[in-house]
């Protein structure tokens, strides 16, 4: 006979099986939306199969997520909030952001408002996902493979792209599966040859990390990402001579050797090799450059409005990201074209923007390589004169955050793959960070995601490894452990 206690018994595990089926569909989700993340590009706009409104794919992940974490949160009798700290500094951006859009109403639109704080915070709330909503170590594990095979697939389509392209004058002709988009691409190599060139240095090396290592740095170099040249060696000193194993010789060496690239790729007449013309017209007109003259013009105007530099001028209302989204700009060419102009009709205009952006536009002068580059577009400014110091402080205090964290990690860790992962999210960080000062490049999900992404591959990983090690470390301490027979153990 059946009892009702042993149709409970039989229940339970029942019960306890339904977490794991939502952990393998969140699993499965987000490797998807990595996926169509790096190669949705090239299927609307390499091989045009797919219609173009599928670009910002990357905006919606946060979202689409969202139904797991209610679902993991209703199952769990009890729940532990990781990364509090980030989640308080989240609400202080979005609590600064809504004050700001409720200050200025008259002056900021509100899809602009809207494009700003999804751009800003759609990374940060997919990493918080992930390292909170049944996304284990297994789950991080599938999806750095996916990444690795990603980037072997743009190894090949860029070959492709230099075989086809390297005798065109053109600035642009390598750009994997990217779309058009060759500075994505040169950020994802970038990224992948440091996380190969971490797990050489610390996991020993092979043949295959080392032809990847050459081959994607090679690539990285034909993208013309000249912003990139700078800040990737930077980065990578820092996070492997700074806070790593490799030495200060080696670098040199590798520093050295590097010169002779870029050398043979400035004697090249296209347009995004002319580093060293570009470095030396950025030392003589430096005081006309457009990002100086911006830090000027904002220093001016929170001198005349100084209840501006706590409130904001408005989100999307000055010189962001989502600000040039929607703006009528005056671009004198396709270069400074907004990707979202695809999809929206510049239709808005503001007070600000027509007094200190526009003219810079009008005068139509670039001494760096192009509008974007040498326009007044950078995250350091857009954030704080849009939403004020105190958003500001909120953001970019999730960035201090988050790298302090990996470098104490790098320091501390005795585990040689929580070293790689911590590495490569460190330099990802830096490379972004650093990226932005050029543009508003902390808003392009595009970029901020796979990045982030790597900081939750670590932290997961790094819960669960250093989790193991201070396990067998326990048990080897454990009385009675010492004086057993060695013998026995093996």
């Known amino acids: ?25 969140l699993t499965v989700l987000v490797c ?7 190669v949705i590009r090239f299927f609307t706009e390499r091989i045009p ?3 173009r409104f599928l670009n ?31 989640v308080a500094l989240t609400g202080v951006v979005v609590v600064a952001w809504g004050f700001s859009w409720l200050i200025n109403i008259n002056g900021a639109h509100w899809l602009g408002a809207v494009l700003l704080i999804i751009g800003l915070l759609t990374p940060i709330l997919f990493y918080l996902i992930l390292v909170n909503f049944d996304f284990g170590y ?9 990444l690795l095979v990603l980037f072997v697939i743009n190894l090949v389509i860029a070959s492709v792209d230099v075989f086809m392209g390297i005798d065109e004058e053109s600035a642009d002709f390598v750009f994997g599966t990217f779309g058009v988009n060759p500075n994505q691409l040169a950020f994802f190599l970038a990224s992948m040859v440091f996380y190969y060139f971490a797990s050489w240095l610390y996991e020993g090396a092979t043949n295959w990390k080392i032809v990847a290592f050459i081959w994607g740095l090679l690539l990285f170099l034909l993208c013309g990402f000249q912003t990139m040249w700078v800040i990737m060696p930077v980065a990578g000193a820092l996070v492997f001579v700074r806070y790593g194993k490799l030495s200060v010789r080696l670098l040199l060496a590798v520093s050295l050797s590097s010169i002779v690239p870029l050398l043979v790729l400035s004697l090249f007449t296209f347009q995004h090799f002319r580093i060293f013309s570009v470095l030396t017209t950025s030392f003589e007109q430096f005081d006309q450059l457009g990002k100086v003259e911006l830090v000027e013009n904002v220093a ?13 001028v408005g989100p999307g209302s000055f010189n962001s990201r989502a ?4 703006a009528i700009i005056p671009y004198h060419s396709a270069e400074g074209t907004d990707v979202a102009a695809t999809v929206v009709d510049p239709f808005y205009r503001s007070v600000l923007s027509d007094r200190y952006i526009i003219p810079y536009f009008v005068r139509g002068r670039f001494y760096l390589s192009g509008a974007n580059t040498d326009g007044p577009f950078t995250s350091y400014v857009s954030v704080p004169v849009e939403i004020g110091l105190i958003g500001a402080f909120g953001l970019f205090g999730i960035y201090a955050l988050v790298t302090w964290s990996l470098i104490e990690s790098l320091r501390k860790t005795k585990i040689m793959r929580v070293r790689v992962l911590a ?4 330099a990802n960080i830096l490379m972004l960070l650093g990226i932005a000062a050029v543009d508003n490049y902390l808003e392009v999900t595009r970029y901020t995601i796979p990045v982030w992404l790597s900081v939750a591959i670590w932290k997961i990983s790094q819960q669960r490894l250093e989790g193991e090690s201070s396990g067998d470390e326990k048990k080897s301490s454990a009385p009675g452990c010492a004086n057993r027979d060695p013998r026995l153990l093996a």
């Open 56 to 86: 910002p794919v990357d905006f919606v992940m946060g979202p689409l997520l969202l139904p797991f974490c209610l679902i993991s949160i209703s199952r769990r009798a009890k729940w532990k909030l990781n990364e509090s700290k980030i």
């Open 1 to 25: 006979m059946v009892t009702a206690e042993r149709l409970t018994t039989v229940a339970r595990p029942l019960h306890r099986a339904s977490p794991q089926t939502s952990h393998r569909w």
């Open 423 to 426: 590495s490569w999210a460190l």
């Open 32 to 38: 998807f939306l990595v996926f169509l993340l790096i």
């Open 138 to 146: 297994d789950s991080a594990r599938l999806v750095m493979k996916l």
């Open 323 to 326: 600000f040039r989204s929607i």
């Open 300 to 312: 001016s105007f929170w001198q005349e409005h100084p209840e501006a530099a706590l409130t904001g």
């Open 49 to 51: 199969v797919l219609p």
